[in-house]
Every structure is written in structure tokens, then in C-alpha cells.
């Protein structure tokens, strides 16, 4: 199996940026679509982004396009995801996750991360 650990979360002011990165352990993440989810308090956790095998099909949900860049790089076997122009909506727990399927949809990927908070104020 493979192993996900998130890290780069903070506190951050409307407007500004951040970057998490996904470390994996355990096996390569070239086996693997690998996607960003996110779940602030109250709310359900909601698709984030989506990046294929080959990084040929990347996908953004709608409210996060043109803001957030999500990237992988093999050699350290790592997921990035870049946000810019943060929102206080943008709030919550980010996730990372891997799955064989290249989807939106949760369920569909296998193994997930702890978790990093992300607080963006006002």
C-alpha cells in the first residue's frame, strides 16, 4: 500500500498563498491518479482537484479555477498543490488521496492522508 502525509498548511490572509505537498511512501505515486479534497467544519468534503498518471488530465472544481495549480513529481514522489488569491471559503481540512480511477468522485480513491489545516481570514 502506500502511505500519504500532507504538510504546508497554515494561516494565511485573504489573498495570499500556500502550498501543500503530498509525500507517498511505499510504492510510486506513477500508479496512481492522485487528487486534493477538502472538508470544512459543518460541510461534507468536496472534490478539489484531480491529477492522471501521465499529468495529461488535470481536473479543478469550478470555484478553485484559474487559483489553484495541482502538479506531481516522480522523482520525489510528491503532490503538490499550489493556491493562490486565497478566499476565507477556502477554509478547511485539505486531504490528499490516490486512486486508480480519474474521478471527482471520493469513493473511487483508495488511500488517503491525515490532513492539513488550512485557515484563510478576512
Known amino acids: 500500500q502506500v502511505q500519504l502525509v500532507e504538510s504546508g498548511g497554515g494561516l494565511v490572509q485573504a489573498g495570499g498563498s500556500l502550498r501543500l505537498s503530498c509525500a507517498a511512501s511505499?510504492?510510486?505515486?506513477?500508479?496512481?491518479?492522485m487528487g486534493w479534497f477538502r472538508q470544512a467544519p459543518g460541510k461534507e468534503r468536496e472534490f478539489v482537484a484531480y491529477?492522471?498518471?501521465?499529468?495529461?488530465?488535470?481536473n479543478y472544481v469550478g470555484s478553485v479555477k484559474g487559483r489553484f495549480t495541482i502538479s506531481r513529481d516522480h522523482d520525489k514522489n510528491t503532490v503538490t498543490l499550489q493556491m493562490n488569491s486565497l478566499k476565507p471559503e477556502d477554509t478547511a481540512v485539505y486531504y490528499c488521496?490516490?486512486?486508480?480511477?480519474?474521478?471527482?468522485?471520493?469513493?473511487?480513491?483508495?488511500?488517503w492522508g491525515q490532513g492539513t489545516q488550512v485557515t484563510v481570514s478576512s
Open positions: 511505499g510504492r510510486t505515486i506513477s500508479n496512481y491518479v
Open positions: 488521496a490516490a486512486g486508480r480511477v480519474t474521478t471527482i468522485q471520493m469513493r473511487h480513491y483508495d488511500y
Open positions: 491529477i492522471s498518471r501521465s499529468g495529461g488530465s488535470i
